[in-house]
């Protein structure tokens, strides 16, 4: 969240940044709001010193002069309050601002990609997609879970199920031991305050899963992603900068209402309202954000270059990018059904934007500032799971398993 004192010392480079954020947002206006709030705070403080020179006064005829101060200054804090909500309403939907190396662009068509690893096998067969491979055998079951919950739900059967649970077995074993994050196993419902401060609430809050609860109860969200919980374990608190940084991992399902993708996806498992995901999330000093989302972008890379799954690296611009991020590297793995790459994983720095919302801050001998936030997906499993089904497919309709994957399919070599 940013500080109103910092955007009114320097409007035009919040205007010029925030527009390159393709967002739109009435700073003019905000300033107005912020020029009223300040002189109703200095009205109010004359008015209280004037009530307190009087109550030092032993004469009888000023109580009703400090009766009167008094209703006074109540009026100016009640119109206060509603001059602070407008002010708030307005700083709470500007995302993080851009940092100078993000490309200038108002969506997709502005990314750069970085670079390309692994090779596109070439089939010597019809190339089926991971609906044909899993329907063939009833591995894969939309109908039943359309009947149960709707569309973009999936029921996995059988050796499927099993994949899925081995990949994402495999995804923590490899954060946990080779990259020593910490795994959390966390909680899948979180409170109004939680979800405000990693940037979901208030202005995705149409894409949030609300539970409903009685009327006098706190409001309760599902999970969109990990990052959620994992980031705000941290909350309200002052880390010694001894213990920084701090690395966590959790699979755990997210849920999202896809409310902005109508019509997009609509066959598969590509973009589903409940899927797993294993996230990372990290706690640094700020100073080491951009050394910090290099390791975690290496340790998403780890994973396909484990499986052998061909992927590309991609820099997101301005316009891209979500809401609290202020640099986002995204990782496309080759679906072959689709003849192109698709999102599998987005590492993101967050910067202090969302600790500044969370009150999170560390301290030193010399300092005590906010603290920095990154998140990474690594890897969404449905996404992986699809590019895993289709680049190892073979003609006869099985799906070989890559080697260091066995393990954990109780050593079958094709499902």
């Given at each position: 969240?940013h500080?109103?004192?910092?955007?009114?010392?320097?409007?035009n480079?919040?205007?010029?940044?925030?527009?390159?954020?393709?967002?739109?947002?009435?700073f003019?206006?905000?300033?107005?709001?912020?020029?009223?709030?300040?002189?109703?705070?200095?009205?109010?403080?004359?008015?209280?010193?004037?009530?307190k020179?009087?109550?030092?006064?032993?004469?009888?005829?000023?109580?009703?002069?400090?009766?009167?101060?008094?209703k006074?200054?109540?009026?100016?804090?009640?119109?206060?309050?509603?001059?602070?909500?407008?002010?708030?309403?307005?700083?709470?939907?500007?995302?993080?601002?851009?940092?100078?190396?993000?490309?200038?662009?108002?969506?997709?068509?502005?990314?750069?990609?970085?670079?390309?690893?692994?090779?596109?096998?070439?089939?010597?067969?019809?190339?089926?997609?991971?609906?044909?491979?899993?329907?063939?055998?009833?591995?894969?079951?939309?109908?039943?879970?359309?009947?149960?919950?709707?569309?973009?739900?999936?029921?996995?059967?059988?050796?499927?199920a099993?994949?899925e649970?081995?990949?994402?077995?495999?995804?923590?074993?490899?954060?946990?031991?080779?990259?020593?994050?910490?795994?959390?196993?966390?909680?899948?419902?979180?409170?109004?305050?939680?979800?405000?401060?990693?940037?979901?609430?208030?202005?995705?809050?149409?894409?949030?899963?609300?539970?409903?609860?009685?009327?006098?109860?706190?409001?309760?969200?599902?999970?969109?992603?990990?990052?959620?919980?994992?980031?705000?374990?941290?909350?309200?608190?002052?880390?010694?900068?001894?213990?920084?940084?701090l690395?966590?991992?959790?699979?755990?399902?997210?849920?999202?209402k896809?409310?902005?993708?109508?019509?997009?996806?609509?066959?598969?498992?590509?973009?589903?309202?409940?899927?797993?995901?294993?996230?990372?999330?990290?706690?640094?000093?700020?100073?080491?954000?951009?050394?910090?989302?290099?390791?975690?972008?290496?340790c998403?890379?780890?994973?396909?270059?484990?499986?052998?799954?061909?992927?590309q690296?991609?820099?997101?611009?301005?316009?891209?990018?979500?809401?609290s991020?202020?640099k986002?590297?995204?990782?496309?793995?080759?679906?072959?059904?689709?003849?192109?790459?698709?999102e599998?994983?987005?590492?993101s720095?967050?910067?202090?934007?969302?600790?500044k919302?969370?009150?999170?801050?560390?301290?030193?001998?010399?300092?005590?500032?906010?603290?920095?936030?990154?998140?990474?997906?690594?890897?969404?499993?449905?996404?992986?799971?699809?590019?895993?089904?289709?680049?190892?497919?073979?003609?006869?309709?099985?799906?070989?398993?890559?080697?260091?994957?066995?393990?954990?399919?109780?050593?079958?070599?094709?499902?």
């Amino acid at each position: 969240m940013h500080n109103i004192k910092e955007i009114r010392k320097d409007l035009n480079f919040f205007k010029k940044k925030i527009s390159e954020r393709n967002s739109l947002i009435d700073f003019d206006d905000l300033i107005i709001l912020d020029k009223d709030n300040r002189e109703l705070i200095q009205k109010k403080e004359k008015k209280e010193q004037e009530k307190k020179l009087l109550s030092k006064s032993k004469d009888s005829t000023n109580f009703e002069k400090s009766k009167n101060l008094s209703k006074e200054i109540d009026e100016i804090a009640k119109k206060q309050i509603i001059l602070q909500h407008k002010i708030y309403k307005i700083l709470y939907n500007i995302p993080n601002i851009a940092r100078d190396d993000v490309p200038v662009g108002i969506d997709e068509k502005s990314n750069q990609t970085i670079k390309q690893n692994g090779n596109i096998k070439k089939f010597v067969f019809p190339i089926k997609s991971h609906v044909e491979i899993g329907e063939k055998n009833n591995q894969i079951d939309f109908k039943t879970s359309s009947k149960l919950s709707g569309s973009r739900f999936v029921i996995l059967n059988s050796n499927f199920a099993l994949l899925e649970r081995a990949l994402i077995n495999f995804m923590l074993d490899i954060h946990v031991e080779k990259f020593k994050y910490k795994e959390i196993s966390p909680p899948l419902l979180v409170n109004e305050n939680v979800m405000f401060g990693t940037g979901q609430l208030p202005k995705f809050e149409e894409d949030q899963f609300e539970i409903k609860l009685n009327k006098d109860e706190e409001r309760k969200f599902l999970i969109p992603t990990a990052e959620v919980v994992l980031t705000n374990l941290v909350r309200d608190s002052v880390i010694d900068h001894k213990n920084l940084p701090l690395r966590y991992v959790a699979s755990t399902p997210c849920f999202r209402k896809e409310a902005g993708s109508y019509g997009k996806d609509t066959k598969g498992m590509m973009r589903q309202h409940q899927f797993y995901k294993v996230e990372l999330v990290s706690i640094v000093e700020p100073s080491n954000c951009m050394s910090e989302l290099e390791r975690m972008l290496n340790c998403a890379e780890e994973i396909l270059k484990l499986l052998k799954i061909p992927y590309q690296i991609v820099l997101l611009s301005s316009g891209d990018m979500g809401f609290s991020s202020e640099k986002t590297f995204d990782i496309e793995a080759w679906i072959p059904s689709e003849n192109k790459y698709r999102e599998i994983s987005s590492c993101s720095s967050c910067g202090s934007f969302q600790a500044k919302r969370m009150g999170t801050k560390y301290k030193s001998s010399s300092v005590t500032d906010f603290v920095a936030t990154l998140n990474g997906s690594a890897l969404a499993v449905g996404r992986l799971m699809i590019s895993l089904i289709e680049n190892y497919q073979n003609e006869d309709g099985t799906v070989s398993i890559p080697p260091v994957l066995r393990k954990y399919m109780n050593n079958i070599e094709k499902i």
